[in-house]
């Protein structure tokens, strides 16, 4: 980490803000982040005196609301476009999110969004649950898992070139399609993926035991991840913690973050 308080205290006054990422959005978006970065935060208003202190107070601090409410429209809004497309197709589709932001996690204004894309045609399970051993899954479909993840990820990226032709569509992922710019107000990340029912969830029928399968073209190959299960449980423990968990989180993913700004802008910052 940078050795000068006050750089680092700049640094994560334009993470929160999102004037570190301004580039990425339109003019009138980027005039609206510009100017409400003006006002300082609460945080930048105590302990005056001690700048570590101040540091830390910030870097705990949840990213205002507003820039959340406005990351999880924008991928509420996306979402919608690639419902009716993809409906228009005859692929049948559901939507969550996952990762840092609905998680309340992210320390950037201007952060990305990841909006999952479940074909809901299908799903898979684990063989060794309870429905799977009464021979409740009888009804094979006549393609594989993954090749209906690599059409899906097709059509996706064609919808969205479509649908978003000022954006930046980016496809080049192995497993999410990026969007920015144009007339996003924030970056979403696309990941198409389908549900897998793990014994957990076979038993409890709660969506937070059950998973998810995302694409990785590059392979290419599906990857179960547990979504769900992860903020439920981060939430759980934060309220045990009394909401200290999540400013800790918080805290060490900004230390992190300048920790990399000084490795790439300074690279010899570790001599003596």
């Given at each position: 980490m940078t050795r000068d308080i006050g750089k680092r205290l700049q640094q994560l006054k334009t993470r929160r803000s999102g004037t570190d990422?301004?580039?990425?959005?339109?003019?009138?978006?980027?005039l609206q982040v510009l100017a409400k970065s003006l006002a300082d935060e609460p945080y930048a208003r105590r302990a005056t005196g001690?700048?570590?202190?101040?540091?830390?107070?910030?870097?705990?601090?949840?990213?205002?609301?507003?820039?959340?409410r406005i990351s999880i429209t924008e991928a509420e809004r996306v979402g919608k476009q690639l419902d009716t497309g993809l409906t228009a197709r005859g692929q049948d589709v559901g939507f969550r999110l996952q990762g840092s932001v609905p998680c309340?996690?992210?320390?950037?204004?201007?952060?990305?969004?990841?909006?999952?894309?479940?074909?809901?045609?299908?799903?898979?399970?684990?063989?060794?649950?309870?429905?799977?051993?009464?021979?409740?899954f009888n009804a094979p479909v006549a393609y594989t898992p993954l090749s209906a993840l690599l059409s899906l990820r097709s059509s996706a990226e064609s919808i969205l070139k479509d649908k978003f032709p000022q954006a930046k569509v980016d496809t080049t992922g192995a497993k999410a399609i990026k969007l920015s710019g144009g007339s996003l107000r924030r970056p979403v990340d696309v990941v198409p993926s389908h549900w897998h029912d793990t014994g957990d969830y076979?038993?409890?029928?709660?969506?937070?035991?059950?998973?998810?399968?995302?694409?990785?073209?590059?392979?290419?190959?599906?990857?179960?991840?547990m979504p769900f299960r992860h903020i439920e449980r981060i939430n759980q423990r934060d309220l045990q913690a009394r909401s200290g968990l999540k400013k800790a989180i918080r805290l060490l993913k900004n230390v992190k973050a300048d920790a990399i700004d000084v490795l790439v802008i300074d690279p010899v910052v570790g001599e003596a």
């Open positions: 990422r301004i580039g990425q959005l339109d003019f009138n978006e980027g001690q700048k570590h202190t101040q540091y830390a107070l910030g870097a705990m601090q949840a990213v205002d609301a507003d820039y959340t309340d996690l992210h320390i950037r204004g201007v952060s990305d969004v990841d909006l999952l894309v479940l074909d809901e045609a299908f799903f898979t399970y684990d063989a060794s649950g309870s429905r799977a051993r009464a021979g409740q076979q038993a409890t029928w709660r969506e937070a035991d059950r998973g998810v399968k995302i694409l990785d073209r590059s392979v290419p190959e599906s990857v179960l991840n």
